[in-house]
């Protein structure tokens, strides 16, 4: 199986920053596009974030120009610099990959979510 953990969260001031991580484990041949989300209470699970393996990137519009998504391969990671944070940012956020992996009988490629992390934007 493959997991995603996330790490990073916190509580921030309006304006401050937080730097999320996604860590990949498990018995992977290969991680393709990977991604935020972020889920408010009473909200639809949104796209923050997108990156494909080879770098290309993809944003949210409210968050374009604050918010930077990399990935290190090697590392099997995925990161979310979030700068300028204001309180509607608040949410939990989740990372998503699409990944080829060895469940224990058969080689699977299918999205993979992680738990979530808690982000709290204080104004």
């Known amino acids: 199986q493959v997991q995603l953990v996330e790490s990073g969260g916190g509580l921030v001031q309006d304006g401050g920053s937080l730097k999320l991580s996604c860590a990949a484990s498990g018995n992977i041949f290969s991680l393709n596009d990977m991604g935020w989300y972020r889920q408010a209470p009473g909200n639809q699970r949104d796209m923050v974030a997108e990156?494909?393996?080879?770098?290309?990137?993809n944003y949210a519009d409210s968050v374009k120009g604050r918010f930077t998504i990399s990935r290190d391969n090697a590392k099997k990671a995925m990161y979310l610099q979030m700068n300028s944070l204001k309180p509607e940012d608040a949410a939990v956020y989740y990372c998503?990959?699409?990944?080829?992996?060895?469940?224990?009988?058969?080689?699977?490629?299918?999205?993979?979510w992680g738990q979530g992390t808690q982000v709290t934007v204080s104004s």
């Open positions: 998503r990959a699409h990944g080829t992996y060895y469940d224990g009988s058969r080689v699977r490629t299918n999205w993979v």
């Open positions: 990156i494909t393996k080879g770098g290309i990137t």
